[in-house]
């Protein structure tokens, strides 16, 4: 069974544009989760989405947002980077998303902002 | 208050040492607790998943929930240095988000 897949896996990006990042979930998985992963704050919960629903957030500005297609697949996008932007960006699904499933996380996209 | 709060190392002991990794949080209504186990250039991968409190064994790993302390531990027994990774912790919080630890980078000499 595959598992999640991010890409690209690495990107370098200047202030002031944007990026997006994708993620493809093991198949039959219909909940997506992203997170920001930073030596200072750790791994930090960004969304979640669930049949295309963005079904919970965390705190971030809105410069951060997402999708998710019918296929379950999800986008991440960055408007406007900051050099604080750069970071691990990890996506994880599960099931259904619920406190009893077990998240499969990927192997992240390392955001690089010069 | 952080929700859940982890010291983050690093960590040093040598092959076959008792490891204690140990997180407190701030709510005593959490109920799912995880450790999860991240090695270098990967992403994190669930080690154990304990709903409310007591103890859990897996093999060398034991997760342990007290809640009168809000304070949960991971030991792992026999440490092996191909347990030398960054172990993190987590709650989901009343809000229904996966809220992480720091994480505590372990290496096993061997």
């Known amino acids: 069974k595959a598992g999640v897949t991010q890409t690209p896996r690495y990107l370098i990006k200047t202030r002031g544009q944007q990026v997006t990042l994708s993620c493809s979930p093991i198949s039959g998985h219909r909940s997506v989760s992203w997170y920001q992963q930073t030596p200072g704050q750790g791994l930090q919960f960004l969304f979640e989405?669930?049949?295309?629903?963005?079904?919970n957030k965390g705190n971030f500005p809105g410069r951060f947002s997402g999708r998710q297609f019918s296929n379950s697949r999800s986008e991440m996008n960055v408007s406007t980077l900051e050099l604080g932007d750069s970071a691990l960006y990890l996506c994880?699904?599960?099931?259904?998303?619920?406190?009893?499933?077990?998240?499969?996380f990927g192997p992240g996209t390392r955001l690089t902002v010069l | 208050q952080k929700e859940v709060e982890q010291d983050p190392g690093p960590l040093s002991v040598p092959e076959g040492a008792i490891v204690s990794l140990n997180c407190t949080y701030s709510n005593s209504a959490f109920q799912y607790f995880m450790w999860y186990r991240q090695y270098s250039r990967k992403g994190p991968e669930l080690l154990m998943y304990t709903y409310s409190s007591g103890n859990k064994e897996d093999g060398r790993f034991t997760a342990q929930v007290d809640k009168s302390s809000k304070y949960i531990s991971l030991f792992i027994r026999d440490s092996q240095p191909s347990d030398s990774a960054t172990y993190l912790c987590a709650i989901y919080n009343q809000g229904g988000k996966l809220i992480f630890g720091q994480g505590t980078e372990l290496s096993v000499k061997p």
């Open positions: 994880a699904s599960s099931r259904s998303g619920s406190r009893t499933d077990t998240q499969y």
């Open positions: 989405y669930f049949s295309e629903t963005q079904r």
